[in-house]
T-cell receptor, first 112, second 115 residues
Framework: KQEVTQIPAALSVPEGENLVLNCSFTDSAIYNLQWFRQDPGKGLTSLLLIQSSQREQTSGRLNASLDKSSGRSTLYIAASQPGDSATYLCAVRNSGNTPLVFGKGTRLSVIA | DAGVIQSPRHEVTEMGQEVTLRCKPISGHDYLFWYRQTMMRGLELLIYFNNNVPIDDSGMPEDRFSAKMPNASFSTLKIQPSEPRDSAVYFC?????????????FGSGTRLTVV
């Protein structure tokens, strides 16, 4: 059974810092991996989707990497801003026919 | 497309009452998922459909929960009778094999409070 772990559970950084959020999964035979952002009381917004054949994806100040063999993904946020404060969730899909399995998220606070 | 649409946004009900949550997926998506989110357990999959057919309902907590997808543009999640421990945010999501190779789009969720 796939399990997804995100460390740390919470993180507080000063504005302008570069930071890394970590995600690990127990079954490396994944189909894809998706990073989401969730603001308090809101739904999930997809940030980046990495297919199993890819090593990384970039969108603006965000870069997500995938190392399938070690069962790890990282989300890199450059030059963090207070508006980046949110919970970031990592989720993996084992095949095209199976649902996403989520980690519990990392709650990020960027202090001005 | 307006995205995945859920209703109501908020629901407050008394214990024992029936609750129905609704979801309209993105047109053309062939997968629909119902998740429940709580502080303690995070996001848990309740049930998912492919082409309107339930594929896996092993996450449905008990017989009080039921879900239907009568057509490609509508799904319901029903709780009868509701209990305080059902209080959570319920999310619906849809995806397609062909679009963005299986990326999910989530609705805004329904916050359920059972008193």
């Amino acid at each position: 059974k796939q399990e997804v772990t995100q460390i740390p559970a919470a993180l507080s950084v000063p504005e302008g810092e570069n930071l890394v959020l970590n995600c690990s999964f127990t079954d490396s035979a994944i189909y894809n991996l998706q990073w989401f952002r969730q603001d308090p009381g809101k739904g999930l917004t997809s940030l980046l989707l990495i297919q199993s054949s890819q090593r990384e994806q970039t969108s603006g100040r965000l870069n997500a990497s995938l190392d399938k063999s070690s069962g790890r993904s990282t989300l890199y946020i450059a030059a963090s801003q207070p508006g980046d404060s949110a919970t970031y969730l990592c989720a993996v899909r084992n095949s095209g026919n199976t649902p996403l399995v989520f980690g519990k998220g990392t709650r990020l606070s960027v202090i001005a | 497309d307006a995205g995945v649409i859920q209703s109501p946004r908020h629901e407050v009900t008394e214990m024992g009452q029936e609750v129905t949550l609704r979801c309209k997926p993105i047109s053309g998506h062939d997968y629909l998922f119902w998740y429940r989110q709580t502080m303690m357990r995070g996001l848990e999959l309740l049930i998912y459909f492919n082409n309107n057919v339930p594929i896996d309902d092993s996450g449905m907590p008990e017989d009080r929960f039921s879900a239907k997808m009568p057509n490609a543009s509508f799904s319901t999640l029903k709780i009868q009778p509701s209990e305080p421990r059902d209080s959570a945010v319920y999310f619906c999501a849809s995806s397609s094999q062909g679009e963005r190779l299986g990326g999910y789009t989530f609705g805004s969720g329904t916050r359920l409070t059972v008193v």
